[in-house]
């Protein structure tokens, strides 16, 4: 089992940008898949970005156009998703999963494990 922790959430102006992390303990952080979700408030999580365990694979929701970017440091076993151009509707809390697979990241049902989410919230 993995243990995954968000951080790197808060409080930000329309326009600004935030970098979250994701760091997992309690099994080879370099075999785990790593995929970025949110979810507001009366919605269903939604898919965000993809990581495969080499950083080989990486996908992204095409909602996102281009204000996202994923990334990993294997030897600090932590992926970060890079938020630019934030606006209102990016109000969400955000989480990150980990699966040993590389197949249908974009889905929820195929992760393993989930972090307790970091809050992002965006002001107008």
């Known amino acids: 089992q993995v243990q995954l922790v968000e951080s790197g959430g808060g409080l930000v102006q329309a326009g600004g940008s935030l970098r979250l992390s994701c760091a997992a303990s309690g099994r080879t952080f370099s075999s785990l898949s790593i995929g970025w979700f949110r979810q507001a408030p009366g919605k269903e999580r939604d898919f965000l970005s993809a990581?495969?365990?080499?950083?080989?694979?990486?996908l992204y929701a095409n909602s996102l156009k281009g204000r996202f970017q994923i990334s990993r440091d294997n030897a600090k076993d932590t992926v970060y998703l890079q938020i630019n151009s934030l606006k209102p509707e990016d109000t969400a809390v955000y989480y990150c999963?980990?699966?040993?697979?590389?197949?249908?990241?974009?889905?929820?049902?195929?992760?393993?494990?989930w972090g307790q989410g970091t809050q992002v919230t965006v002001s107008s």
């Open positions: 999963a980990a699966t040993l697979g590389v197949r249908d990241l974009a889905l929820p049902a195929n992760y393993d494990s």
């Open positions: 990581i495969s365990w080499s950083g080989g694979v990486r």
